[in-house]
């Protein structure tokens, strides 16, 4: 794993990961359910060679439920940090080996874990209480995260200021972490394949991105 050591949010932070598949975004690449390549996967492919072409970030994901997340972040960071006396430690963004993917977990917990935060809508919360699919329903982004850091497990805090919250420990899953590395490994193929083609038709080079256009993904 190769650690950048940027602040998640920071124009820099965006440049790191521009143009790579990421794990909050690896559930456009693998269904969890069918284990098989997912119906957006193309859809995502375009969208990074956009960002590759473009040399700028696109927004894709910019909901206000979103900077809700955000502005809730550092709250519920002291509620996990409360619940499970511990510390978090801050990271980056978090490379594979050969550069190809990453992700960027909401931090670092001892030698062996990971914690990453959701503050949802309050419907999707009740759901979350009653019907406990959280894991399900991050399970992409989760796994993909451990595969990529390395650690064992993560602690997925559902937060929210008015309702209880829930901490759910995710374990690795070594045959789903073998799939979805599997199929990232093929979207990271087909993905330089289109960089390649896109050369080979004289769509090189990235133009300047106006400071504008330079927006925040989840």
């Given at each position: 794993m190769i650690t950048l050591d940027v602040e998640q949010g920071s124009e820099a932070w965006l440049m790191a990961r521009l143009g790579l598949p990421t794990a909050s975004q690896y559930h456009k690449v693998l269904t969890p359910k069918t284990g098989k390549l997912s119906a957006q996967a193309t859809g995502y492919r375009n969208l990074l060679l956009a960002e590759h072409v473009l040399g700028y970030p696109l927004d894709n994901a910019g909901s206000a439920f979103m900077e809700?997340?955000?502005?809730?972040?550092?709250?519920?960071?002291?509620?996990?940090e409360?619940?499970?006396?511990?510390?978090?430690q801050r990271v980056g963004f978090c490379l594979t080996d050969d550069r190809r993917t990453g992700c960027s977990p909401d931090g670092f917990v001892g030698a062996d874990g990971l914690v990453e935060i959701k503050c949802p809508?309050?419907?999707v919360h009740i759901g979350h209480l009653l019907d406990g699919a959280a894991e399900d329903d991050h399970r992409c982004q989760a796994q993909g995260q451990l595969w990529v850091?390395?650690?064992a497990w993560l602690d997925l805090v559902v937060y929210s200021p008015v309702l209880p919250s829930l901490i759910v420990r995710v374990e690795r899953d070594e045959e789903f972490i073998a799939k979805l590395a599997q199929a990232v490994g093929q979207f990271c193929d087909w993905l330089e394949h289109g960089r390649r083609e896109l050369a080979?038709?004289?769509?090189?080079?990235?133009?300047?991105?106006?400071?504008?256009?330079?927006?925040?993904l989840a």
């Open positions: 809700r997340g955000t502005d809730l972040e550092a709250e519920a960071k002291s509620f996990y409360l619940q499970r006396d511990t510390d978090i809508s309050i419907q850091t390395g650690r080979r038709r004289g769509v090189v080079g990235k133009v300047e991105a106006p400071p504008e256009r330079v927006l925040k």
